[in-house]
């Protein structure tokens, strides 16, 4: 197999959520999800730190982001170097609001 895929989907609910700009003034949110995996004794949670980048997509987070809401995300994962040592998180490519109306 030549080509490598790199794209990743989850579905949780939203936990911390930040609104801020780049560097170059451009708007992103970043925000965390919970996502449940539920055996037979207990429920393992797991918190997923989201960016997103998109201009669009960042102005349809700030509409209907808020804690506690249930969203899929889908994007692709990516490193990079933070206080405690490497981090993986995922840039959002679209985020989607399942019980929105």
Known sequence: MSDDVN????SGNVGKI????????APVCTF???SDRKTPDRTITAWVKINVYPVALVTVCKAKLAKGVKVW?????MNRE???GELTEIRARRVLFPEAR
């Open 7 to 10: 794209h990743v989907s989850i």
């Open 18 to 25: 930040d609104f801020s700009t780049t560097g170059s003034g």
């Open 32 to 34: 965390t999800i919970a």
């Open 73 to 77: 995300v889908e994007g692709e994962l």
């Open 82 to 84: 933070g206080r405690i």
